[in-house]
C-alpha cells in the first residue's frame, strides 16, 4: 500500500494573500487595508469563474486579470478602474518572485521526504506502506514552475510528482487532473519494486501490496476547486482553511480541516505515523 500526499500550492504553501496585500498597497497605499482580506477571497473567486476559458486560451490574459480585480474590488463596494486593476496585476507578478515557504511547512515537507516521499527511502516492507508526496496545482505551467521553484519544493519533492494543469491539459476540479497524477505518484511504489528486487524482503512487501489499496489524500484551500474536487475523484481531504471561512453548504464534506500551519503539520504526522 502506498500513503499519497498530494498539495495545492498557492495559499496552500504559502500564504498566497501577502503578494496581493503589497500589489494593492503599491497603487493605493494603505486605503484598503481594512477590506484586503475579503478583497482577496472575491478575487479568487471571480478568478476561478473564468479560470477554464483562460487556461484554455479562449479569453486574453488581460482580460482575465481585469476582470479578476475590478471584480473583486466591486464585491466589496469599491470601483477601481481598468489601469489599476492591470497595475496590481503587474505589481503582484513582480512580489511573487519574493514569495517563500515558512519555516513550519518547510519542515513539515522535510519530516515526508525522511520517511520516504522522495525514492522511497524509508520504505517499511514490513509494513508495506510507502509515503509518497506530490502537487498537484492548477495554473499556467510557466507561472507555477516559477512559484514551485523559487518556493524551493523541488529540495522536498521530486519533480516528477508535480502536476500542473496547463501541462496535462485538464484542471481542478475535474477528476481527470486528480486521475493524471494517480499515474505519476505510483510510479514511485514501482520505484520500490525496482529497490527490493534480489532482498528477502520483497515477497513480503509484494504480499502486502496485494492486500491493501493506495490511499490518497490531497490538501488544499479552495472548497470546490480542492475539497470537492480531489473527493470526486475518489481521494481523501483536508482543507486547509487558513482564513477561518465558514464550511460551505456543500453535499461534500472535508475529511479533516486544519486552520493553521502547526495544525496542519500535526494532521500530516499523525497519517504518516498511522
Known sequence: MSLIIAFDVDDTLYDLQQPFRLAVQDVFRNLYDEIISQVFLRTRVRGDELFTEFSTGQIPQEEYFCYRNVKGFEDCG????REEALQIQENYRQHQKQIAMSDEIRSMLQELKNRGIQNAQKQNPKTGRNVVAGIITNGL??????????????????????????????????????????????????????????????????????????????????????????AGAGWHTIWF???????????????????DEQELTKLIRELIMD
Open 141 to 230: 505551467s510557466d507561472a507555477q514552475w516559477k512559484k514551485i521553484r523559487t518556493l524551493g519544493i523541488p529540495a522536498y519533492i521530486d519533480e516528477g510528482k508535480i502536476v500542473i494543469s496547463g501541462d496535462v491539459g485538464c484542471a481542478k476540479p475535474a477528476p481527470g487532473i486528480f486521475k493524471i497524477a494517480e499515474s505519476r505518484f505510483r510510479s514511485q511504489t514501482r520505484d520500490t519494486l525496482e529497490k527490493l528486487q534480489g532482498s528477502q524482503e520483497l515477497q513480503v512487501w509484494q504480499e502486502l501490496q496485494e492486500s491493501r489499496e493506495d490511499e490518497f489524500w490531497y490538501i488544499g484551500d479552495t472548497y470546490v476547486n480542492d475539497i470537492e474536487g480531489a
Open 78 to 81: 469599491v470601483m477601481i478602474s
Open 241 to 259: 482553511n487558513r482564513r477561518n471561512l465558514p464550511i460551505p453548504g456543500s453535499k461534500v464534506k472535508p475529511d479533516l480541516i486544519a486552520r
